[in-house]
Each structure stands twice: as structure tokens, then as C-alpha cells.
């Protein structure tokens, strides 16, 4: 976006919240923002031309705001910001609208939301150019290059010697919540280790993992620096901090780290994916799924080219064919499938190579 104009429109019933919002957003040169007073006068202006970004709160006329983003994310997929009283962290509320594919949630208050608003200015205008940076890319349809068509592998790939255990590595965005738990629900109680990396807000991540936790046969916990993996054990890196893997004698361990963003994202698919690659290469299994963007496609094909199986989600199953896309185009991806078959595959390739699952 750069040297262009970001179209930026707020929904908020409130009047004073959304002149708030448009004095603060509009001290950025960059920025253009356009108001509605509710989803129906919004979905107006979206289907006479779309915003880059949408701002919304939950609770307004008309339309209740998680059915509002349901419609735009169904009809125009655009990143969504939702700036809420009634997002508070960590409730089913918050879960529901990530679970749609918001890129940001900002909690505010029931009380001085002229204070808040003013004193979180700089948030607010850092979740839009985050939010702008991770959008769905649009362009020519996806054509994957021949399959003879490998890039070679790097030798850093060889630094490390990989494990012999089976590992699974998991990476999504927008419309991950839902794909995440479709797979980690299919996969049965003896699964080798898994870790994941979801792009969500910190402070959420753990209740998606104790959401998890209590549908899946898995145990699935956020992971903690240093926790040692094991089978029938489920990982979720926390927001805001990078996940990666290591390898030890006595087997597989999680390391989290807030380094700088990787792929524009912390935690990193990436960077995921890049050490899967390194620690167990051919005894890695890979997954990338639905999400703005293109992070996880250079790590699935790092981890291709480490001789991992590689699997990305194909294009009607996702919410948005973003960071899917950009694997098949690089060739990362040894199969593209549905969402539903993807654990199925798994569970196949863990026959095949381990004789489990």
C-alpha cells in the first residue's frame, strides 16, 4: 500500500465514537475513513466499493455485529478490526468473531470511551496498517508450478540432524479457529506432537486451547518455553510470541521467543515451519490453512524441501485462499485438499512412514 491511500470505514452506532475514531485515524496522511451508523448503511457502502480495512463495533441496530461480519466475510472478505465492549478478552464472544476471521479485537470500555479512544490512538492506527499488511492478496488465479519445478534445497537445512520421531506442525490465519478445530478434533488420542501457530491477539490464545482442550480427544494446551512434546499432545503458540522446535535426547521441546515479527506475524507460521524443517525434517508433517497473507509459504516449502509432507487447504474450503495460495504457487505443497480430508491425510501418512495413527 505503499505511496496509496488506505480506505478505512468505522461502524459504530454511536456518534461520538465514530468522529472520535475519524479524528484519530484521519492524523494519518495515509489513511481515508468513511463512517455508518450500522451494518445495513455499511454494507452499502462496501458493496459500492470496498474499504481496505472495516472497524466495527459488536453491539449496534439492525444487525447484530457478529452476523455483520459473517456477511462480509461471506460476500467481500476484508480485514476486520472489532473495537467492542463486549469483546472482552478471552470470552466466547472474542472467540466467535476470531473464529470469523478478525485480524484484531480492542476492548473498550463501558465508561470514558472518549479517553480511551484518545489514549489508544497509536493501537488503533497500528492494528490498521497491521491488518492492511496482512489482507488477501488478489490477482491471477493459482497455477503451480510443474512438480519438477523444486527449488534446491539450502544447506542450513543440514546444520541440524533431524530427529527420528514423527512431528506435526500446523499454520493458519483468518478462518483458522474453524480449521484447527475440525483437524485437531479428527485426530485420535495417540497422535505424535503437534504445534500450532494461529494468528490471533495475545491474551486469546489460551482460551482457544482450553476451547480446544475440551473437544478433542488431544490435550491441548498454550505452550509454555521449554515444555518437552509429547504423543497425544497439542500445542497453541501464545499471542505475541514466536514458537519454535527443538531437539534433545530425551525428545522434542517448544521454545517461544519475541523476536522481531517474521512474515510481518508474531508468532510466525514461518518460523514454525522453518525450524520444523531444520529439527525433523522427513519425519515432519505439515499443514497450512486458511489466512490472509502469504506467511507459512516459505517454511512449507523449506519444510518440502527438507523432505517433509506438506499439505496445504484447498480454495473452496478455505475462508480466505490466502496463505494457501501463495504455498501452491511456490510448489510448497505435495497435496491440496479440502478441509475435511486433511486429517485423514495425516493420519495416512502416519501409517505409512510410522505405522501409527
Keep these: 500500500m505503499t505511496n496509496q491511500t488506505i480506505r478505512v470505514l468505522v461502524v459504530d452506532d454511536s456518534a461520538v465514537v465514530r468522529q472520535i475514531m475519524q479524528s484519530i485515524l484521519s492524523l494519518d496522511p495515509s489513511l481515508s475513513v468513511e463512517t455508518a451508523a450500522d451494518p445495513i448503511f455499511a454494507l452499502r457502502k462496501i458493496s459500492a466499493g470496498a474499504p481496505d480495512v472495516l472497524i466495527t463495533d459488536l453491539e449496534m441496530p439492525r444487525m447484530d455485529g457478529v452476523d455483520f461480519i459473517r456477511t462480509v466475510m461471506r460476500d467481500s472478505p476484508l480485514p476486520v478490526i472489532v473495537c467492542s465492549g463486549l469483546a472482552e478478552r478471552g470470552t466466547s464472544l472474542a472467540l466467535r468473531v476470531l473464529d470469523l476471521g478478525v485480524a484484531e479485537i480492542i476492548t473498550k470500555p463501558k465508561l470514558g470511551i472518549k479517553e480511551f479512544l484518545n489514549d489508544s490512538g497509536v493501537m488503533l492506527l497500528d492494528a490498521v496498517h497491521s491488518a492492511v499488511l496482512s489482507r488477501k492478496r488478489s490477482g491471477a488465479p493459482v497455477v503451480p508450478p510443474s512438480p519438477s519445478v523444486l527449488p534446491p534445497r539450502r544447506l542450513a537445512l543440514h546444520q541440524t540432524v533431524p530427529a527420528a520421531e514423527p512431528l506435526i506442525v500446523l499454520g493458519a490465519s ?171 491425510a495425516i493420519c495416512t501418512l502416519l501409517r505409512k512412514r510410522f505405522g501409527i495413527a
Design 174 to 344: 483468518t478462518g483458522g479457529v474453524e480449521a484447527l478445530t475440525c483437524i485437531l478434533q479428527a485426530m485420535p488420542v495417540d497422535s505424535p506432537p503437534i504445534l500450532v501457530v494461529q494468528h490471533m491477539p495475545e491474551h486469546f490464545t489460551r482460551a482457544f486451547a482450553e476451547r480446544l482442550n475440551s473437544q478433542c480427544a488431544l490435550e491441548v494446551y498454550e505452550a509454555v518455553e521449554g515444555q518437552r512434546l509429547r504423543s497425544g499432545l497439542a500445542l497453541i503458540a501464545p499471542g505475541n510470541l514466536h514458537l519454535t522446535v527443538s531437539h534433545t535426547k530425551s525428545g522434542y521441546q517448544a521454545h517461544l521467543h519475541s523476536g522481531p515479527l517474521i512474515s510481518r506475524h508474531r508468532p510466525s507460521v514461518d518460523e514454525l515451519f522453518c525450524s520444523a524443517a531444520r529439527v525433523a525434517g522427513a519425519n515432519a508433517i505439515a499443514a497450512i490453512l486458511t489466512g490472509m497473507g502469504d506467511d507459512g509459504a516459505r517454511g512449507l516449502l523449506e519444510m518440502r524441501q527438507a523432505d517433509a509432507q506438506t499439505i496445504a487447504q484447498d480454495q473452496a474450503s478455505c475462508v480466505v485462499f490466502g496463505m494457501p495460495a501463495e504455498a501452491i504457487r511456490c510448489n510448497a505443497a505435495q497435496q491440496v485438499l479440502p478441509l475435511s480430508k486433511i486429517a485423514p
